[in-house]
């Protein structure tokens, strides 16, 4: 947050990229975010996960023209929706800390496990067996929404980290 706090208040343009498992870049123009990446996920998706991140290598390249356009978003409305987000993430990181290793049913799981239409999305993809943040760029929903989806089934026990 310091790193992307400096760089907006600077009015520099170029690539802002953070070594990560959850790791991506931003672009940005002079005090404005215009677009992000992470993973398979570009524009707010990956804005969300790039504001879950606490730590990495971070790289700044000057001058770096973003190949499109996902975002628009001010300093100030940056910042704030930047910190927001991150304090949203705590505590669904403490249930998925490792996005690389996938979901599985655990043996309490039944089929007979009502669920509506949105966790329906979600849990189909559990059975292929795969990483964490590969599920959460396939769903088409924001990530903290379908993680938001998938935390009372880990609490409960019915699914876990493999």
């Known amino acids: 947050m310091p790193v992307m706090q400096m760089l907006l208040s600077s009015g520099r343009a170029g690539r802002f990229s953070v070594a990560h498992p959850r790791g991506g870049e931003l672009w940005l123009e002079p005090g404005e975010i215009v677009h992000a990446r992470a993973g398979a996920l570009t524009g707010d998706a990956a804005l969300q996960v790039m504001s879950s991140l606490d730590g990495g290598q971070f790289a700044f390249a000057p001058d770096v023209i973003p190949t499109e356009r996902t975002l628009a978003l001010r300093r100030d409305a940056a910042l ?37 239409r949105g966790q329906y999305v979600a849990l189909s993809l559990i059975p292929e067996g795969l990483p964490l ?29 493999g």
């Open 80 to 116: 704030r929706r930047l910190i927001e987000d991150a304090d949203a993430w705590a505590p669904l990181l403490r249930v998925f800390p490792d996005w690389n290793r996938p979901l599985r049913f655990t043996p309490r799981w039944t089929e007979a496990q009502p669920v509506t």
């Open 133 to 161: 943040k590969t599920l959460l760029e396939r769903t088409g929903q924001p990530p903290r929404t379908t993680l938001e989806t998938l935390r009372p089934f880990v609490t409960a026990g019915l699914v876990e980290l």
